[in-house]
């Protein structure tokens, strides 16, 4: 059976700094999110809009694997989360799921989840909250506590306390192997 539904795109922002304007302007029914927008501080812009925009649907396209960012995304307030990667069916399969107004997670990742087929190290990783993530991404930019706590409109300590807590979470013994370790996990770029 075809599906009939038709998307018009209506805009882009290459800017985090102009997402809100844009939607308020734009008024879209379904925004498509890359989390590694510059100057947005990843999956931390969900929440931002879900506060000035819950009802709008969104749906996260995005080159980070599913199996680590999916449920944070959809945690933060994402209807649905895909891989850039996956095939253009399945892509219209996620615009159609969160257009009516479900949850959209690839069938990769349903798979996954029911054949219980995942790593030690991804296990480890599914445990981070979202903001860990997000620290753990500025990390691997390079960016110190300072910069990581602006960026996310947070304290320097509470950086230290986040990366504490992704050394244990982890049992990694430094930053270098957190940063390697999610790397090799394709976790951060």
């Known amino acids: 059976m075809k599906s009939s539904k038709k998307f018009n795109f209506k805009g882009k922002v290459e800017d985090g700094r102009f997402l809100i304007s844009e939607i308020q302007k734009l008024s879209p029914d379904i925004l498509v999110l890359e989390v590694d927008l510059p100057n947005s501080n990843g999956v931390g812009v969900l929440r931002e809009l879900r506060t000035e925009f819950p009802d709008l649907k969104v749906l996260v396209v995005s080159c980070h694997p599913e199996e680590i960012y999916a449920h944070s995304s959809i945690k933060a307030g994402a209807n649905g989360y895909i891989a850039k990667t996956r095939s253009v069916k399945e892509v219209k399969k996620a615009f159609e799921t969160v257009a009516a107004g479900k949850k959209f997670l690839s069938e990769n990742i349903k798979r996954k989840e029911s054949n219980k087929a995942t790593s030690a190290e991804v296990l480890r990783f599914k445990t981070l909250s979202t903001r860990e993530i997000e620290v753990l991404n500025l990390l691997s930019r390079g960016k110190r506590n300072k910069e990581i706590a602006q960026s996310l409109a947070i304290n320097e300590?509470?950086?230290?306390?986040?990366?504490?807590?992704?050394l244990k979470k982890l049992n990694v013994d430094n930053i270098a192997e957190l940063i390697h370790q999610s790397r090799l996990l394709q976790i951060t770029n």
Do not use: A, F, P
Not at 157 to 166: A, F, H, M, N, Q
């Open 157 to 166: 300590k509470t950086v230290s306390t986040y990366k504490t807590r992704l």
